[in-house]
Protein backbone atom coordinates (compact mmCIF):
# COMPACT_ATOMS: atom_id res chain seq x y z
CA UNK A 1 0.00 0.00 0.00
CA UNK A 2 1.24 3.41 -0.78
CA UNK A 3 -0.18 6.88 0.79
CA UNK A 4 0.24 9.77 -1.81
CA UNK A 5 0.07 13.33 -0.42
CA UNK A 6 1.40 16.41 -0.65
CA UNK A 7 0.44 19.35 1.18
CA UNK A 8 -1.43 22.43 -0.98
CA UNK A 9 0.89 24.60 -2.36
CA UNK A 10 0.06 27.06 -4.76
CA UNK A 11 1.34 30.53 -5.55
CA UNK A 12 0.10 32.54 -8.24
CA UNK A 13 0.84 35.62 -7.12
CA UNK A 14 4.42 35.09 -7.65
CA UNK A 15 5.77 33.65 -11.06
CA UNK A 16 7.77 30.71 -9.32
CA UNK A 17 7.59 29.68 -5.70
CA UNK A 18 10.17 26.67 -4.78
CA UNK A 19 7.60 25.06 -2.33
CA UNK A 20 5.81 24.41 -5.39
CA UNK A 21 8.80 22.08 -6.24
CA UNK A 22 7.52 19.57 -3.83
CA UNK A 23 4.71 18.58 -6.35
CA UNK A 24 6.84 19.00 -9.38
CA UNK A 25 9.68 16.68 -7.91
CA UNK A 26 6.95 14.08 -6.73
CA UNK A 27 5.36 14.25 -9.99
CA UNK A 28 8.85 13.47 -12.20
CA UNK A 29 10.29 11.22 -9.68
CA UNK A 30 7.12 9.27 -8.00
CA UNK A 31 3.78 9.49 -10.02
CA UNK A 32 4.87 9.08 -13.28
CA UNK A 33 7.39 6.33 -12.68
CA UNK A 34 4.68 4.69 -10.70
CA UNK A 35 1.87 4.61 -13.44
CA UNK A 36 4.55 3.17 -15.92
CA UNK A 37 5.49 0.44 -13.49
CA UNK A 38 1.43 -0.48 -13.52
CA UNK A 39 1.07 0.02 -17.33
CA UNK A 40 3.85 -2.46 -17.84
CA UNK A 41 2.76 -4.99 -15.59
CA UNK A 42 -0.48 -4.82 -17.22
CA UNK A 43 0.72 -4.92 -20.84
CA UNK A 44 2.79 -8.30 -19.72
CA UNK A 45 -0.69 -9.70 -17.47
CA UNK A 46 0.87 -9.54 -14.67
CA UNK A 47 -1.89 -9.75 -11.77
CA UNK A 48 -0.52 -7.25 -9.45
CA UNK A 49 -2.30 -5.36 -6.85
CA UNK A 50 -1.59 -2.15 -4.89
CA UNK A 51 -3.94 -0.04 -2.53
CA UNK A 52 -2.77 3.85 -3.12
CA UNK A 53 -4.22 6.96 -1.52
CA UNK A 54 -4.59 9.75 -3.55
CA UNK A 55 -5.02 12.19 -1.16
CA UNK A 56 -7.71 15.35 -1.63
CA UNK A 57 -5.18 18.24 -1.64
CA UNK A 58 -3.06 15.99 -4.23
CA UNK A 59 -5.44 15.28 -6.61
CA UNK A 60 -6.34 18.68 -6.62
CA UNK A 61 -3.30 20.25 -7.81
CA UNK A 62 -2.88 17.38 -10.26
CA UNK A 63 -5.82 18.57 -11.71
CA UNK A 64 -5.08 22.47 -11.13
CA UNK A 65 -3.99 24.70 -14.46
CA UNK A 66 -1.62 26.56 -12.89
CA UNK A 67 0.50 23.94 -11.60
CA UNK A 68 0.31 21.91 -14.61
CA UNK A 69 1.25 24.89 -16.25
CA UNK A 70 4.31 25.24 -14.35
CA UNK A 71 4.88 21.60 -14.21
CA UNK A 72 5.68 21.87 -18.17
CA UNK A 73 7.50 24.24 -17.59
CA UNK A 74 9.59 22.88 -14.78
CA UNK A 75 9.84 19.91 -17.31
CA UNK A 76 11.48 21.34 -20.27
CA UNK A 77 13.85 23.10 -18.11
CA UNK A 78 15.07 19.58 -16.13
CA UNK A 79 15.49 17.92 -20.22
CA UNK A 80 17.41 21.62 -21.08
CA UNK A 81 19.92 20.83 -18.00
CA UNK A 82 20.24 16.98 -18.64
CA UNK A 83 21.10 18.13 -22.40
CA UNK A 84 23.69 20.84 -21.00
CA UNK A 85 24.94 17.69 -18.78
CA UNK A 86 25.30 15.44 -21.45
CA UNK A 87 27.18 18.01 -23.39
CA UNK A 88 29.58 18.67 -20.64
CA UNK A 89 30.25 14.93 -19.28
CA UNK A 90 30.54 14.03 -23.04
CA UNK A 91 34.48 15.82 -23.10
CA UNK A 92 34.82 15.71 -19.02
CA UNK A 93 34.13 12.27 -18.17
CA UNK A 94 32.73 9.45 -20.22
CA UNK A 95 31.58 7.39 -17.25
CA UNK A 96 29.46 10.16 -15.70
CA UNK A 97 28.63 11.21 -19.21
CA UNK A 98 26.80 7.70 -19.79
CA UNK A 99 24.89 8.65 -16.23
CA UNK A 100 23.92 11.93 -18.01
CA UNK A 101 22.92 10.82 -20.90
CA UNK A 102 20.18 7.87 -18.77
CA UNK A 103 18.93 11.03 -16.69
CA UNK A 104 17.99 12.94 -20.32
CA UNK A 105 16.46 9.60 -21.45
CA UNK A 106 14.18 9.38 -18.42
CA UNK A 107 13.31 12.59 -18.17
CA UNK A 108 12.07 12.71 -21.72
CA UNK A 109 10.31 9.63 -21.08
CA UNK A 110 8.37 11.24 -18.13
CA UNK A 111 7.75 14.16 -20.73
CA UNK A 112 6.36 12.04 -23.17
CA UNK A 113 4.16 9.90 -20.65
CA UNK A 114 2.73 12.79 -19.04
CA UNK A 115 1.76 14.57 -22.23
CA UNK A 116 1.99 12.42 -24.63
CA UNK A 117 0.10 9.29 -23.18
CA UNK A 118 -1.86 10.79 -20.29
CA UNK A 119 -2.76 14.37 -21.91
CA UNK A 120 -1.43 15.59 -18.29
CA UNK A 121 -3.84 13.82 -16.76
CA UNK A 122 -2.44 11.42 -14.10
CA UNK A 123 -5.53 11.37 -12.42
CA UNK A 124 -6.97 9.88 -15.29
CA UNK A 125 -3.97 7.33 -15.33
CA UNK A 126 -5.01 6.01 -11.64
CA UNK A 127 -8.44 6.13 -12.35
CA UNK A 128 -7.82 3.48 -15.45
CA UNK A 129 -5.85 1.33 -13.25
CA UNK A 130 -8.78 1.00 -10.71
CA UNK A 131 -11.59 0.65 -13.15
CA UNK A 132 -9.38 -2.74 -13.77
CA UNK A 133 -9.62 -4.08 -10.38
CA UNK A 134 -6.18 -4.26 -10.02
CA UNK A 135 -5.38 -0.39 -8.19
CA UNK A 136 -7.67 0.12 -4.76
CA UNK A 137 -7.57 3.97 -4.08
CA UNK A 138 -8.40 5.89 -1.15
CA UNK A 139 -9.32 8.91 0.31
CA UNK A 140 -8.00 10.79 2.98
CA UNK A 141 -9.07 13.57 5.20
CA UNK A 142 -9.41 17.12 3.16
CA UNK A 143 -5.84 18.62 3.99
CA UNK A 144 -4.87 15.77 5.47
CA UNK A 145 -5.20 16.87 8.92
CA UNK A 146 -4.57 15.11 11.94
CA UNK A 147 -7.99 14.21 13.36
CA UNK A 148 -7.39 13.22 16.70
CA UNK A 149 -6.22 16.84 17.92
CA UNK A 150 -9.31 18.11 15.84
CA UNK A 151 -11.68 16.01 18.45
CA UNK A 152 -12.82 19.23 20.84
CA UNK A 153 -14.77 20.58 17.61
CA UNK A 154 -16.19 17.19 16.30
CA UNK A 155 -17.51 19.50 13.59
CA UNK A 156 -14.26 19.99 12.30
CA UNK A 157 -13.27 16.31 12.15
CA UNK A 158 -16.51 16.01 10.22
CA UNK A 159 -15.66 18.48 7.96
CA UNK A 160 -12.21 17.51 7.26
CA UNK A 161 -14.06 13.78 6.50
CA UNK A 162 -16.79 14.99 4.25
CA UNK A 163 -14.58 17.20 2.16
CA UNK A 164 -12.22 14.64 1.44
CA UNK A 165 -14.61 12.04 0.49
CA UNK A 166 -16.79 14.51 -1.72
CA UNK A 167 -13.30 16.06 -3.43
CA UNK A 168 -12.01 12.88 -4.19
CA UNK A 169 -15.44 11.31 -5.54
CA UNK A 170 -15.97 14.50 -7.28
CA UNK A 171 -11.83 14.11 -8.90
CA UNK A 172 -11.93 10.52 -9.73
CA UNK A 173 -15.45 10.08 -10.89
CA UNK A 174 -16.66 7.68 -8.01
CA UNK A 175 -16.80 7.54 -4.32
CA UNK A 176 -14.22 5.41 -2.99
CA UNK A 177 -14.91 3.08 -0.05
CA UNK A 178 -11.75 3.25 2.22
CA UNK A 179 -9.70 6.28 3.97
CA UNK A 180 -6.96 6.88 5.14
CA UNK A 181 -6.51 8.09 8.45
CA UNK A 182 -3.92 11.37 8.35
CA UNK A 183 -0.57 9.99 10.37
CA UNK A 184 -2.52 6.54 11.08
CA UNK A 185 -3.93 8.85 13.71
CA UNK A 186 -7.19 7.48 15.41
CA UNK A 187 -8.97 8.23 18.15
CA UNK A 188 -12.13 6.50 19.41
CA UNK A 189 -15.51 7.88 18.59
CA UNK A 190 -15.23 9.25 15.01
CA UNK A 191 -16.49 6.66 13.02
CA UNK A 192 -19.97 8.32 12.31
CA UNK A 193 -17.71 10.51 10.10
CA UNK A 194 -16.57 8.23 8.57
CA UNK A 195 -19.91 6.25 7.81
CA UNK A 196 -21.68 9.42 7.21
CA UNK A 197 -19.16 10.01 4.20
CA UNK A 198 -20.00 6.64 2.71
CA UNK A 199 -16.40 4.85 4.19
CA UNK A 200 -16.16 1.33 6.05
CA UNK A 201 -12.55 0.89 6.23
CA UNK A 202 -9.50 2.19 7.29
CA UNK A 203 -5.62 1.82 8.56
CA UNK A 204 -3.89 1.62 12.32
CA UNK A 205 -0.63 1.46 13.07
CA UNK A 206 0.19 -1.98 14.55
CA UNK A 207 -0.45 -1.34 18.49
CA UNK A 208 -3.90 -0.22 17.40
CA UNK A 209 -4.85 -3.05 16.97
CA UNK A 210 -2.42 -5.50 19.18
CA UNK A 211 -3.61 -2.93 21.99
CA UNK A 212 -7.38 -2.75 21.24
CA UNK A 213 -9.88 -4.10 23.70
CA UNK A 214 -10.41 -6.87 24.15
CA UNK A 215 -7.07 -8.11 22.87
CA UNK A 216 -7.71 -9.49 19.00
CA UNK A 217 -6.63 -13.14 18.82
CA UNK A 218 -5.24 -12.60 15.02
CA UNK A 219 -3.02 -9.56 16.28
CA UNK A 220 -2.02 -7.30 13.50
CA UNK A 221 -2.43 -10.15 11.10
CA UNK A 222 -6.24 -9.71 10.20
CA UNK A 223 -8.73 -6.52 10.49
CA UNK A 224 -10.92 -5.98 13.45
CA UNK A 225 -13.82 -3.80 13.50
CA UNK A 226 -14.87 -1.11 16.03
CA UNK A 227 -17.81 -0.19 18.08
CA UNK A 228 -18.30 2.27 15.94
CA UNK A 229 -18.70 -0.01 12.90
CA UNK A 230 -15.48 0.89 10.90
CA UNK A 231 -12.77 -1.66 9.73
CA UNK A 232 -9.20 -1.15 10.55
CA UNK A 233 -6.51 -3.15 8.69
CA UNK A 234 -3.22 -2.92 11.02
CA UNK A 235 0.52 -2.21 9.58
CA UNK A 236 3.08 -5.10 9.69
CA UNK A 237 5.76 -4.32 11.40
CA UNK A 238 8.40 -7.16 9.55
CA UNK A 239 7.38 -6.30 5.85
CA UNK A 240 7.74 -2.38 7.25
CA UNK A 241 11.51 -2.27 8.93
CA UNK A 242 12.56 -4.32 5.65
CA UNK A 243 12.08 -0.82 3.31
CA UNK A 244 11.46 1.91 5.95
CA UNK A 245 14.63 1.25 8.62
CA UNK A 246 17.36 3.62 8.47
CA UNK A 247 19.81 0.47 9.52
CA UNK A 248 18.73 -2.30 7.89
CA UNK A 249 16.16 -1.55 5.21
CA UNK A 250 16.91 -2.01 1.74
CA UNK A 251 17.07 1.92 0.62
CA UNK A 252 20.64 1.85 2.81
CA UNK A 253 22.38 -0.27 0.72
CA UNK A 254 25.63 1.42 -0.73
CA UNK A 255 24.80 0.63 -4.43
CA UNK A 256 21.76 2.88 -4.31
CA UNK A 257 21.75 6.63 -5.27
CA UNK A 258 23.24 8.89 -2.80
CA UNK A 259 19.59 11.00 -2.59
CA UNK A 260 21.74 14.52 -0.98
CA UNK A 261 24.41 14.49 -3.55
CA UNK A 262 23.29 16.60 -6.15
CA UNK A 263 24.92 18.76 -9.12
CA UNK A 264 22.70 21.59 -7.20
CA UNK A 265 24.80 21.91 -4.77
CA UNK A 266 28.26 20.82 -6.99
CA UNK A 267 28.16 23.01 -9.90
CA UNK A 268 29.59 26.29 -10.29
CA UNK A 269 26.34 28.81 -9.88
CA UNK A 270 27.06 30.35 -13.19
CA UNK A 271 26.58 26.99 -15.00
CA UNK A 272 23.48 26.68 -12.90
CA UNK A 273 22.02 29.86 -12.94
CA UNK A 274 19.40 29.10 -15.67
CA UNK A 275 18.22 26.56 -13.86
CA UNK A 276 18.43 28.33 -10.36
CA UNK A 277 15.61 30.88 -10.88
CA UNK A 278 16.28 32.41 -7.51
CA UNK A 279 19.93 31.96 -7.28
CA UNK A 280 19.47 29.50 -4.49
CA UNK A 281 21.09 26.32 -4.65
CA UNK A 282 19.08 23.11 -4.47
CA UNK A 283 18.31 19.62 -5.43
CA UNK A 284 17.55 19.96 -9.00
CA UNK A 285 17.49 15.95 -9.69
CA UNK A 286 20.32 15.09 -11.17
CA UNK A 287 23.05 13.17 -8.97
CA UNK A 288 25.98 10.76 -9.78
CA UNK A 289 27.25 9.06 -6.73
CA UNK A 290 25.54 6.08 -4.83
CA UNK A 291 25.08 5.77 -1.15
CA UNK A 292 28.89 4.00 -0.59
CA UNK A 293 28.39 3.45 2.83
CA UNK A 294 28.88 5.68 5.84
CA UNK A 295 31.66 8.17 4.87
CA UNK A 296 30.90 12.16 3.65
CA UNK A 297 29.01 13.28 0.83
CA UNK A 298 32.69 14.25 -0.36
CA UNK A 299 33.55 10.52 -0.08
CA UNK A 300 30.62 9.25 -2.27
CA UNK A 301 31.83 7.03 -5.41
CA UNK A 302 30.50 7.20 -8.90
CA UNK A 303 27.29 5.31 -8.94
CA UNK A 304 26.31 2.33 -10.95
CA UNK A 305 23.10 2.28 -12.47
CA UNK A 306 22.79 -1.21 -13.91
CA UNK A 307 24.03 -2.36 -10.84
CA UNK A 308 21.93 -0.54 -8.41
CA UNK A 309 19.12 -2.05 -10.42
CA UNK A 310 19.56 -5.04 -10.57
CA UNK A 311 20.36 -4.98 -6.12
CA UNK A 312 16.30 -3.50 -6.63
CA UNK A 313 15.61 -6.57 -8.03
CA UNK A 314 17.71 -8.64 -5.43
CA UNK A 315 15.93 -7.02 -2.67
CA UNK A 316 12.50 -7.68 -4.09
CA UNK A 317 13.35 -11.44 -4.62
CA UNK A 318 13.95 -11.01 -0.80
CA UNK A 319 11.01 -9.52 0.34
CA UNK A 320 9.03 -11.82 -1.13
CA UNK A 321 11.09 -14.59 0.00
CA UNK A 322 10.99 -13.20 3.63
CA UNK A 323 7.09 -12.32 3.39
CA UNK A 324 6.78 -16.19 2.34
CA UNK A 325 8.40 -17.04 5.67
CA UNK A 326 6.57 -14.73 7.87
CA UNK A 327 3.20 -16.38 6.32
CA UNK A 328 4.53 -19.86 6.66
CA UNK A 329 5.07 -19.10 10.40
CA UNK A 330 1.65 -17.60 11.14
CA UNK A 331 -0.06 -19.87 9.24
CA UNK A 332 -0.59 -22.66 11.99
CA UNK A 333 -1.58 -20.14 14.88
CA UNK A 334 -4.52 -18.60 12.70
CA UNK A 335 -7.69 -19.59 11.90
CA UNK A 336 -7.23 -18.02 8.28
CA UNK A 337 -4.28 -17.07 6.15
CA UNK A 338 -2.51 -14.29 7.59
CA UNK A 339 -2.64 -10.66 6.15
CA UNK A 340 0.52 -8.44 5.96
CA UNK A 341 -0.18 -4.96 5.36
CA UNK A 342 2.47 -3.10 4.53
CA UNK A 343 2.36 0.87 4.08
CA UNK A 344 4.83 3.23 2.92
CA UNK A 345 4.63 6.82 1.60
CA UNK A 346 4.81 6.66 -1.91
CA UNK A 347 7.32 9.15 -2.37
CA UNK A 348 10.21 7.03 -1.00
CA UNK A 349 9.47 5.11 -4.07
CA UNK A 350 11.46 7.54 -6.68
CA UNK A 351 12.15 10.25 -4.69
CA UNK A 352 13.69 9.19 -2.36
CA UNK A 353 15.12 5.99 -2.95
CA UNK A 354 15.65 6.83 -6.84
CA UNK A 355 15.15 2.65 -7.48
CA UNK A 356 11.83 2.36 -5.80
CA UNK A 357 9.75 1.83 -8.72
CA UNK A 358 12.30 -0.64 -10.27
CA UNK A 359 11.96 -2.57 -6.56
CA UNK A 360 8.02 -2.52 -6.27
CA UNK A 361 7.57 -3.74 -10.35
CA UNK A 362 9.72 -6.65 -9.23
CA UNK A 363 7.71 -7.16 -6.07
CA UNK A 364 4.55 -7.72 -8.46
CA UNK A 365 6.68 -9.85 -10.61
CA UNK A 366 8.08 -12.34 -8.13
CA UNK A 367 4.28 -12.60 -6.62
CA UNK A 368 2.85 -13.60 -9.97
CA UNK A 369 5.39 -16.37 -10.30
CA UNK A 370 5.12 -17.60 -7.02
CA UNK A 371 1.71 -18.63 -5.87
CA UNK A 372 2.29 -19.34 -2.12
CA UNK A 373 1.93 -15.48 -1.90
CA UNK A 374 -1.62 -13.77 -2.94
CA UNK A 375 -1.52 -10.26 -3.01
CA UNK A 376 -4.96 -8.69 -2.45
CA UNK A 377 -6.64 -5.28 -1.93
CA UNK A 378 -8.50 -4.76 1.51
CA UNK A 379 -11.83 -5.18 -0.32
CA UNK A 380 -11.11 -8.41 -1.78
CA UNK A 381 -10.01 -9.63 1.75
CA UNK A 382 -13.34 -8.40 2.88
CA UNK A 383 -14.84 -10.25 0.62
CA UNK A 384 -13.30 -13.43 1.36
CA UNK A 385 -13.09 -12.83 5.05
CA UNK A 386 -16.30 -10.54 5.89
CA UNK A 387 -16.57 -11.16 9.86
CA UNK A 388 -14.17 -9.56 12.29
CA UNK A 389 -13.28 -9.77 15.62
CA UNK A 390 -15.13 -6.60 17.30
CA UNK A 391 -12.61 -5.07 19.39
CA UNK A 392 -11.99 -1.07 20.35
CA UNK A 393 -8.56 0.36 19.18
CA UNK A 394 -7.08 2.73 21.33
CA UNK A 395 -5.86 6.52 20.51
CA UNK A 396 -2.98 6.06 18.48
CA UNK A 397 -0.92 7.44 15.36
CA UNK A 398 2.27 6.22 13.73
CA UNK A 399 5.73 8.09 13.45
CA UNK A 400 8.28 8.77 16.50
CA UNK A 401 6.53 7.07 19.81
CA UNK A 402 3.18 6.23 18.12
CA UNK A 403 0.90 8.75 20.17
CA UNK A 404 1.14 11.74 18.51
CA UNK A 405 4.28 13.31 19.79
CA UNK A 406 5.30 14.10 16.45
CA UNK A 407 2.46 16.64 15.36
CA UNK A 408 1.81 18.03 19.27
CA UNK A 409 5.46 19.11 20.97
CA UNK A 410 6.83 22.02 22.17
CA UNK A 411 8.18 23.54 18.53
CA UNK A 412 4.46 23.46 17.37
CA UNK A 413 1.54 23.12 20.34
CA UNK A 414 1.57 27.24 19.67
CA UNK A 415 -0.72 26.78 16.67
CA UNK A 416 -3.60 24.80 18.17
CA UNK A 417 -5.07 27.18 20.22
CA UNK A 418 -5.50 29.53 17.40
CA UNK A 419 -6.66 26.73 15.01
CA UNK A 420 -8.96 25.22 17.44
CA UNK A 421 -10.60 29.01 17.85
CA UNK A 422 -10.71 29.14 14.14
CA UNK A 423 -12.83 26.09 14.07
CA UNK A 424 -14.98 27.51 17.11
CA UNK A 425 -15.78 30.47 14.98
CA UNK A 426 -16.18 28.35 11.78
CA UNK A 427 -19.39 26.56 13.69
CA UNK A 428 -20.90 30.22 14.96
CA UNK A 429 -20.38 31.53 11.58
CA UNK A 430 -22.30 28.44 10.26
CA UNK A 431 -25.49 28.60 11.99
CA UNK A 432 -25.77 32.27 12.15
CA UNK A 433 -25.56 32.79 8.82
CA UNK A 434 -28.72 31.29 7.61
CA UNK A 435 -29.46 32.93 4.45
CA UNK A 436 -26.46 34.75 3.42
CA UNK A 437 -25.87 37.07 0.14
CA UNK A 438 -24.51 36.07 -2.43
CA UNK A 439 -20.89 37.91 -1.20
CA UNK A 440 -21.18 36.10 2.24
CA UNK A 441 -21.64 32.99 1.14
CA UNK A 442 -18.70 33.32 -0.79
CA UNK A 443 -16.69 34.79 2.35
CA UNK A 444 -18.19 31.61 4.25
CA UNK A 445 -16.93 29.28 1.77
CA UNK A 446 -13.28 30.80 1.90
CA UNK A 447 -13.22 31.31 5.55
CA UNK A 448 -14.17 27.26 5.36
CA UNK A 449 -11.37 26.67 3.26
CA UNK A 450 -8.89 28.52 4.92
CA UNK A 451 -9.47 26.93 8.51
CA UNK A 452 -9.27 23.63 6.51
CA UNK A 453 -5.77 25.01 4.72
CA UNK A 454 -4.25 25.86 8.13
CA UNK A 455 -5.15 22.48 9.63
CA UNK A 456 -3.07 20.45 7.61
CA UNK A 457 -0.58 18.06 9.68
CA UNK A 458 2.49 18.83 7.05
CA UNK A 459 2.70 22.14 8.75
CA UNK A 460 3.41 20.74 12.53
CA UNK A 461 5.34 17.85 11.03
CA UNK A 462 7.79 20.21 9.47
CA UNK A 463 8.09 22.50 12.68
CA UNK A 464 9.47 18.60 13.84
CA UNK A 465 11.69 18.10 11.64
CA UNK A 466 13.10 20.59 10.94
CA UNK A 467 12.63 21.78 7.38
CA UNK A 468 11.22 24.52 5.23
CA UNK A 469 10.10 25.43 9.63
CA UNK A 470 10.15 29.21 8.70
CA UNK A 471 7.49 28.41 5.72
CA UNK A 472 5.50 26.09 7.65
CA UNK A 473 4.43 28.60 10.13
CA UNK A 474 4.00 31.48 7.67
CA UNK A 475 1.27 28.94 5.88
CA UNK A 476 -0.43 28.50 9.33
CA UNK A 477 -0.43 31.89 10.23
CA UNK A 478 -1.46 33.54 6.71
CA UNK A 479 -4.45 31.03 6.38
CA UNK A 480 -5.56 31.89 10.18
CA UNK A 481 -5.07 35.36 9.62
CA UNK A 482 -7.12 35.27 6.47
CA UNK A 483 -9.86 33.09 7.94
CA UNK A 484 -9.80 36.10 11.15
CA UNK A 485 -10.31 38.72 8.43
CA UNK A 486 -13.12 36.83 6.96
CA UNK A 487 -14.82 36.32 10.17
CA UNK A 488 -14.67 39.72 11.55
CA UNK A 489 -15.63 41.19 8.42
CA UNK A 490 -18.52 39.01 7.91
CA UNK A 491 -19.93 39.93 11.48
CA UNK A 492 -19.73 43.90 10.76
CA UNK A 493 -21.66 43.73 7.57
CA UNK A 494 -18.22 45.34 6.07
CA UNK A 495 -16.56 42.46 3.46
CA UNK A 496 -14.50 44.08 1.04
CA UNK A 497 -15.26 41.61 -1.98
CA UNK A 498 -11.54 42.43 -3.88
CA UNK A 499 -9.96 41.09 -0.54
CA UNK A 500 -12.40 38.29 -0.71
CA UNK A 501 -11.58 37.73 -4.21
CA UNK A 502 -7.80 37.67 -3.81
CA UNK A 503 -8.38 35.32 -1.13
CA UNK A 504 -10.59 32.87 -3.86
CA UNK A 505 -7.30 33.47 -6.35
CA UNK A 506 -4.89 32.48 -3.91
CA UNK A 507 -6.27 28.85 -2.28
CA UNK A 508 -8.55 28.23 -4.58
CA UNK A 509 -8.76 24.29 -3.26
CA UNK A 510 -12.44 22.60 -2.38
CA UNK A 511 -14.43 24.57 -5.20
CA UNK A 512 -17.57 22.75 -4.42
CA UNK A 513 -17.15 23.56 -0.63
CA UNK A 514 -20.24 24.38 1.42
CA UNK A 515 -19.49 26.03 4.60
CA UNK A 516 -23.18 24.73 6.36
CA UNK A 517 -21.14 21.31 6.63
CA UNK A 518 -19.59 22.80 10.07
CA UNK A 519 -23.27 22.68 11.26
CA UNK A 520 -23.39 19.84 13.96
CA UNK A 521 -27.01 19.00 13.31
CA UNK A 522 -27.64 19.77 9.84
CA UNK A 523 -26.04 18.07 6.52
CA UNK A 524 -24.74 20.28 4.15
Known amino acids: MLHAHLPYVRHP ?68 LAEREVARLRRESPEMGRLAKSYLEDFQEVRHTFRETYGSNLVDGFRRHRASGRLEILTSSATHAFLPLLD ?46 GLGYSFLEAHGL ?25 RDHESSRQVWSAESGYPGDGLYREFYRDIGWDLPLDYLKDFLRDGMRRNLGIKYHRVTGRVGLGDKQT ?39 SPYDAELFGHWWYEGPRFLEEVFRCLHRQREIRVVTPLEYLERHPECEVAQPPLSSWGAKGY ?27 ERFDAPTSVERRALDQ ?7 AQASDWPFIMTTGTAVEYAKRRVRDHVARFTYLYEALLAGSLDEAVLREFEERDNVFPGIDYRIYRPDQDA
Request: with cysteine; charged share 25%; net charge negative.
Open 13 to 80: EQPHFLEEDWLFEAITETYVPLVRVLDALVADGVEYRLTLTLSPTLLSMLSDPLLLARYHAYLDRLVA
Open 152 to 197: PIPSAVRAQVRVGADTTARLLGERVKGMWLPECAYHPGQEPFLKEA
Open 210 to 234: TDAHPRPSRGAFAPIVSRGGIVFFG
Open 303 to 341: YDRKKAMARAAEHAADFVEQRRRQAEALRSTLDRPPLAV
Open 404 to 430: ADVWLNPSNDWIYPHIDMAAERMVELA
Open 447 to 453: AARELML
